[in-house]
């Protein structure tokens, strides 16, 4: 039987990504996607939920030249295991999203802008 660990989420900036480097050399972007819901609260409210990610090297550089707060971001990746010790000794297992690929979809205004696909690895070859 074949394993499948993927996700895909598209949604909006909540605030224009920042690029840093670390001492290895990488470098790093962390997000906040707001992703709206299908459906209403019972008072009619819409629902939108707010997911973390950080994207890596070549895909931190392009989420940062292409894309601002309220730019709509499409993000295909997987799920990475990881466990944290905590001070009493205990340890928990959580995961991580790991993005592999960006594309932006939109600006905030203009929403007929072209998509730009930044697939790490096609940056690569």
Do not use: Q
Request: aromatic share 8%; with cysteine; charged share 35%.
């Amino acid at each position: 039987m074949s394993s499948i660990n993927k996700f895909c989420v598209m949604g909006r900036l909540v605030r224009d990504p920042e690029l840093k480097e670390l001492e290895n050399g990488n470098k790093v972007a962390n997000i906040t996607l707001a992703v709206d819901r299908d459906y209403k609260d019972k008072d009619g409210n819409k629902i939108t939920d707010f997911f973390n990610y950080a994207l890596w090297n070549k895909n931190a550089e392009r989420i940062c030249e292409f894309s601002k707060s309220g730019a709509i971001v499409h993000l295909e990746g997987s799920f990475r295991d990881k466990t944290i010790e905590l001070e009493e000794g205990k340890t928990i297992h959580t995961f991580e999203p790991v993005v592999d690929e960006y594309r932006h979809i939109a600006n905030a205004k203009n929403k007929d802008s072209e998509v730009v696909n930044n697939n790490e690895t096609e940056m690569i070859k």
